[in-house]
């Protein structure tokens, strides 16, 4: 559909922080198509249980397009047990080669408590740099907010939580409901 025909769908944040032995993914949960919030309570962080090991993934963009991602992440996850870059590549490489695959339209954070990563479907897999990542319309802000916030004395959960409370404050995408995940490393 072209741009001026559908609104566009906007209305995510996604942060992690990794600080402390801990890494917590945050996730507000505003969907809103153009002006209009659609939804104010979406939890776009989740838990899967590939094989036991617990991992949380955060996904921005369409949610029937992050469903499909995350069906196949798990799939990736069983396959190859405890090697999460493995499965992100896997997935990156099945995202930007397979025909139907190609035009989904969401971003990824992947964290097994160890790693984190951000999977997109340019075939990119991204470690972030000073153990934060964010995507989404909000996301610059979360980013930006947690970047600074590390230099304070919070812990993980307090640097997400806050870094949301900020991007919440300014993105109008991004709203004060979050859902939170939290994996010991």
Known sequence: MSEDKFPGWHGTTILAVRRGGKVVVAGDGQVSVGQTVMKGTARKVRRLKPGGRDVI???AGSTADAFTLLERLEKKLEQAPGQLQRACVDLAKDWRTDKYLRNLEAMLIVTDGDQIYVVTGAGDVLEPEHDVAAIGSGGNFALSAARGLMESDLDAEGVA??????????????NGNLTVEILEA
């Open 161 to 174: 939580r806050k870094a949301m409370a900020i991007a919440a404050d300014i993105c109008v995408y991004t």
């Open 57 to 59: 993934v955060g996904f």
